[in-house]
Each structure stands twice: as structure tokens, then as C-alpha cells.
């Protein structure tokens, strides 16, 4: 029979899923496997946990959640822990199959395991972390609209969100390896407990996803008003908390918008509706921007080559982690990111502005600090955000956010800095 191997990678669902389509059309059965790249479980260049504790429990529920739902169909999922390269290649031979299917990935790391495995492999890549695929977009890459606004209104105008595809009934795997998944002891962290003034109690899944979106869309109508809500600091529902689902591809943006568009059908449209697509589309933006910038999204000057001298104080940079800066707004929200693996988007962007602007310390330190400890951390979301913070990516002025104005616009009554610094 012909066997094709599914790679799992950021898109942790049967539904929507291309690259599954793809490959139960092309081929008889299939090899569903997950690996745990040995890169993202080591510290950085400046002592990160590259993956922490927070995204590995997340991650791990949502491939015990994929794991059940391919038993439920039929299939299973291998799960491994070390190279990609090596681990695919002996999959490969172990089960006389030549041809490997997966999502495609848009930034150097991950494109160059990619290459590797052309070498020895067929693969063949999918745009499937995608809202628009690149063959709707009405430019090319390398000329895409620089700036956000000129992006989204060409996009808006010429192109169209394709619709979202169904779970497949049965996928027919030959036997396959029993994996086991690990555990948060396993990777050598600590089992924690869920802080009580979380935002959420996230936990990974596709099912979960499906969970969150039933409850913000359907069973709150909480849609409605996220445009006067999405700048909240406390609670559940000042906006969508889409992004760690989003992150691990246990939903994908394309199912989003269809069922924002059905809300608008059946429910209302209004400018919330419309702003919940707007921020889907700056997530998209970013795809883009790493899609055409490479490896600049990740250097010191950013996609422009802005001339900028960073320094790096290890002292200053723990006093910004710990949340002991001084500035109770700065530091309400670095202890929560701390204790919960979250921050809202108001609280990132202060945050990220006073590091860069206040502190002088190097953009890329913070980047990588929300790399660590962000549960719904996105390559191409952090860096992205962190350029355009620094005044080094796609709009290059600096944004200099006055922390204590801006405490005093969206906590005024301290409720959210009571909270974390009591």
C-alpha cells in the first residue's frame, strides 16, 4: 500500500488540516508523527528555557488531545523526542515509506530543518498555518505592502479566505509504534498549579479551542463588544484568548473568520465582528513579513538595517523579569506573565516599550524572554511585534508608550495592579 508520513508541527488538529486532506486523497495510508525538535528544548544565548514550562504543558495537552482524536478515527500518533531529521529518515525506512507531508514554516530554523530532509526525503509543504494562501494574494512576496495598512486594504479588497475543510470520518494507518507522551517532569520542569488570578485556565486542544470559541462567540455573545472590551487587563472575556490555540494550530485562523463570519450572519455585525478579522490579519501580516524579511526578523537593526546601538545589563534585565522595575504597571505585568504564562496585548506592548525605551537594554533579551514563558508564543507574532516595539521593523518610528498615562487610561482604579502586586 502507499504510506505517506504526516509531520506534526504547528497545526495540532484534524480539522482544517491541509496537509491531512493532501494526504488522504494522495495516498492509501497514513503515519501521523509528532517530534519534540531537540533545538527548542535547550536555553538560549542569553540562559531562557527555550521552551518553558507554561507552552510545554500546553503543548503536551494538545497533542494528548490530537493523540485520542486520530484513536477515535482509526489512527494513532507517534511521538518522539530528538532530531527531525534523523527521526524522519528511520520512520521512513521503518515503514518503506519515501514521501513525507507537513505544513509549511516561514522562518530560518524550522526552513532549515526543512532543507535537510529535501536532501534525503521527498517533502511536500503545505501552506496550512496560513489565513490567506499565498496564490490569493494579489503581490508578490518580495513587493508585499511594507506598512499594516496598506497590507490589510489590499487583502481586503483582492483576496478571499478560503473555506475550511471537515475532520475526516477514518484515516487508515498501517500498525503503527505504541509512543508514550511525555511528561512536564520529563522535560524537567516542575508540575505547578494554575495561579488563581489567571485570565484563563488555558489548556491545550483542539477541543478546548472549540470550548473557548462556543463560549466567546455563541454562549456569551461576547463577540459583540470586543472592540470596546479587547483592551482589558482582568478576567476572561475582554477578549478572545484565541492566541495559544491559534499558536499550536489546534484551530486554525481560517475557521475563526468562517465563524465570525456566521455570527454575522445569525447574530450581528458591527465593528467588533469586523475588528476580531482586523487582528487576525495582523497575525497574518506577520507570516508575511517573515515570508519576505528572513532571517532580519530576528537581527539586532531588524528588517530595515536601523543603525542602533542595544546594551544588555543582566542586573536591569532580571529587575524587568521579576517585575522590580518600579513601575507598578510595568511590573504588574511582568509578574504576570511570570505566574501564568499570559499577558494582554495593552500590557505587551507597555512592557515591551519600556524595556527598549526606558531600560536601553537589547529588544532581542525580551523577545526571547516571551519566547520562554508566553503560552501562546508565535515565531512570527513575538518577533514581529518586538521589531515594530523597537522601532526596527516594518513601521521604524519609535513608539515610546508612557507607562503611567497609560495605567491611568486602562487601570485606573488599580484593580489589575492590585491583583498582581499585592
Excluded at 528544548?41 to 500546553?58: A, E, I, N, S, V
Excluded at 487508515?172 to 489567571?198: C, N, W, Y
Excluded at 459583540?224 to 484565541?242: M, P
Aim: hydrophobic share 35%; aromatic share 14%; proline share 3%.
Amino acid at each position: 500500500m502507499k504510506k505517506v508520513i504526516l509531520w506534526f508541527r504547528t497545526d495540532l488538529r484534524l480539522s482544517d488540516n491541509l496537509v491531512l486532506q493532501a494526504a488522504l486523497k494522495d495516498y492509501e495510508e497514513i503515519i501521523p508523527v509528532y517530534i519534540f525538535d531537540e533545538q527548542w528544548l535547550r536555553k538560549d544565548q542569553w540562559g531562557f528555557d527555550r521552551t518553558g514550562p507554561y507552552r510545554m504543558q500546553f503543548l503536551l495537552e494538545s497533542l494528548k488531545d490530537l493523540k485520542e482524536h486520530l484513536q477515535e478515527v482509526g489512527s494513532d500518533l507517534i511521538i518522539k523526542k530528538g532530531d527531525p531529521v534523523t527521526i524522519l529518515k528511520s520512520i521512513s525506512e521503518k515503514y518503506d515509506c519515501e514521501t513525507i507531508y507537513a505544513s509549511k514554516e516561514y522562518t530560518s530554523e524550522e526552513i532549515a530543518v526543512e532543507n535537510k530532509l529535501l536532501v534525503n526525503i521527498e517533502l511536500r509543504l503545505f501552506h496550512n498555518n496560513l489565513m490567506i494562501h499565498p496564490d490569493d494574494v494579489k503581490f508578490d512576496i518580495k513587493r508585499m505592502p511594507e506598512v499594516f495598512t496598506a497590507f490589510r486594504k489590499k487583502v481586503e479588497r483582492y483576496s478571499e479566505v478560503r473555506i475550511p475543510i471537515k475532520s475526516p470520518k477514518s484515516i487508515r494507518s498501517p500498525f503503527l509504534e505504541t509512543t508514550v507522551l511525555p511528561t512536564l517532569i520529563g522535560f524537567g520542569f516542575e508540575q505547578f498549579e494554575q495561579d488563581k488570578r489567571a485570565v484563563l485556565p488555558f489548556k491545550g486542544g483542539s477541543l478546548e479551542a472549540w470550548n473557548r470559541l462556543d463560549h466567546y462567540f455563541w454562549d456569551t455573545e461576547k463577540l459583540s463588544v470586543y472592540k470596546e472590551t479587547r483592551n482589558g487587563l482582568v478576567g476572561a472575556d475582554y477578549s478572545s484568548k484565541f492566541s495559544p490555540w491559534l499558536a499550536h494550530g489546534c484551530i486554525s485562523a481560517r475557521a475563526i473568520y468562517d465563524e465570525v463570519e456566521k455570527y454575522e450572519e445569525e447574530v450581528e455585525k458591527n465593528d467588533s465582528t469586523y475588528w476580531l478579522k482586523f487582528e487576525l490579519l495582523w497575525r497574518e501580516f506577520f507570516k508575511y513579513t517573515a515570508m519576505r524579511y528572513g532571517t532580519k526578523i530576528f537581527q539586532a537593526n531588524g528588517i530595515k538595517n536601523k543603525n542602533k546601538k542595544w546594551g544588555y545589563r543582566p542586573r536591569a534585565m532580571q529587575k524587568w523579569i521579576n517585575g522590580e522595575t518600579g513601575d507598578d504597571f510595568v511590573d504588574a505585568n511582568m509578574i504576570e506573565l511570570k505566574n501564568t504564562g499570559f499577558m494582554s496585548n495593552r500590557g505587551r506592548q507597555n512592557v515591551a516599550s519600556y524595556l527598549v525605551h526606558k531600560l536601553n537594554l537589547d529588544w532581542r533579551a525580551g523577545a526571547a524572554w516571551f519566547e520562554s514563558m508566553l503560552v501562546d508564543y508565535d515565531v512570527t507574532s513575538n518577533y514581529g511585534n518586538w521589531i515594530y516595539a523597537a522601532g526596527v521593523g516594518n513601521d521604524p518610528r519609535d513608539r515610546v508608550f508612557n507607562t503611567q498615562k497609560q495605567a491611568g487610561m486602562y487601570d485606573k482604579s488599580k484593580t489589575y495592579r492590585k491583583l498582581w502586586l499585592r
